[in-house]
């Protein structure tokens, strides 16, 4: 993983790569097995699982940002109501994504012992 690359043409880079996967899934027979539906979600839970530490690094970056007196708002109006509100509304997201991180984990067990049709492939239909 090279990490020399401009962090926000990661984070756009991402968001192409979220919106591709709302279209190949846009349909359920995209998804046509239960191992395609726990792969996917699994995917989605690897990803979600580090917006979290990268709305915190933003956080951190802005309130570095306001400390250094390097933020300014249009009509040299004080920053520092609009920092604020930015943060908490960073906050907000860190919040939810953590709780999609932990449904996305809950789904993952169930889905785990999940396969194909009794009797079909990936489920042992008894004796």
Known sequence: MR???DPALIAYQAADECRALVTATAKPA??????AV???TEGLHLAVNQLPQ???QAAAALRALEE???VGVAGGVDPGG???LALRAL???EVGLTVARAALREASEPLSRLGGPVGGPGVDAGP
């Not at 995209?30 to 191992?35: F, I």
């Open 3 to 5: 990490i020399d690359r």
């Open 30 to 35: 995209q998804l046509g097995t239960v191992d």
């Open 38 to 40: 726990r792969d996917v």
């Open 54 to 56: 990268a709305i915190r």
């Open 68 to 70: 250094q007196q390097a």
């Open 82 to 84: 609009d920092v604020s």
């Open 91 to 93: 906050l907000n997201a």
